[in-house]
């Protein structure tokens, strides 16, 4: 019996993760964590020494520097603790993904870049040439989309990769859908 | 350590076939291979027992019966012929799919369906509930595209599952590269 690709190379599957957009949710959000178990259950499976999973993170600047009330008096002083703020976020966040990989024997790579998540994503696939990357998406309707932009549809149409994009399951979307 | 969907079901992934447009060529175009290629090689690598393949063919009915200039003086017995050559040239397709499948040891089905492929892939997505469909493309630029219409792109943004759409390379694109 001929064998499928046991001696090349392993498969490198690219992870855009975010944040929770819920208030006062620091975690990942349930599209990200949606498509890390799609990854891990359909893709993945029992062949755990067969795919290395990279984890790109992409922390949106604020506008105005800050994100919440207290901060409109900032001094530089805040700014500082702003910033390393959302290092904080951006690390637990990764630290999540980097965990689980590791407990279940998964090769991994995590890292945080800065900028418009989906110019980010693409820049980083063609810098680091994936053979798949997963994004979750909120599965909004049209209506919804024309307001909150999607980052998966941008990402399907312009990275330089194969994508697939995995939708929340209904019982996992929140009572405002834009929510994830 | 914990184990990854090693007891959970097979993974079902269903691969749209379609026939080369070269002119008397009638072997699975160059981007059905590519997805096809690219599936055992960067998903299903050693894992053999852990997929299923699913290979749909949706053959398009010819607008005018025929398919050819000798047609053109066509009997009853002429269109048997087409059709009989017709359905003979889809299980040919899918023949050397479910061959290859299973000289990898990789479980398949396959199966023609008639009428626009766009239409009939998403049905059958609904129908058959694959875990991802896989679909290849031409990777044409947004001016060919206008001309030509894709069914992945349709597929990506209708289908009712996890859609990747697989580019055929550089190397493997025809002097046309409408040609598939």
New interface residues.
């Given amino acids: 019996?001929?064998?499928?690709?046991?001696d090349?190379e392993v498969?490198r599957i690219m992870l855009a993760v975010n944040e929770s957009s819920i208030k006062g949710y620091p975690h990942a959000s349930i599209s990200s964590k949606s498509a890390f178990e799609?990854t891990?259950?359909?893709?993945?499976?029992?062949?755990?020494s067969?795919f290395k999973l990279l984890f790109l993170h992409v922390q949106v600047p604020d506008e105005d520097g800050f994100d919440d009330v207290d901060s409109i008096y900032a001094s530089p002083e805040d700014f500082k603790n702003l910033n390393r703020k959302d290092k904080i976020n951006g690390s637990h966040l990764l630290e999540y993904f980097v965990n689980r990989s590791h407990?279940?024997?998964?090769a991994c790579e995590a890292w945080v870049k800065k900028g418009d998540p989906k110019e980010v994503i693409c820049h980083e696939v063609k810098r680091v040439q994936p053979?798949?990357l997963v994004v979750g998406c909120r599965g909004l309707g049209p209506f919804q989309r024309v307001f909150v932009g999607t980052v998966s549809e941008f990402c399907?149409k312009h990275c330089e990769c194969?994508?697939?994009?995995?939708?929340r399951s209904a019982e996992e979307t929140p009572h405002d859908p834009v929510d994830d």
Avoid: E, Y
């Avoid at 891990?40 to 755990?48: E, F, G, Q, V, Y």
């Avoid at 407990?103 to 998964?106: A, E, I, K, N, P």
């Avoid at 194969?162 to 939708?167: E, G, L, R, Y």
């Fill in positions: 019996m001929a064998s499928v690709g046991v090349s498969t799609w891990l259950n359909k893709i993945i499976r029992s062949n755990t067969g407990d279940l024997g998964v053979d798949l399907v194969p994508v697939v994009s995995i939708k």
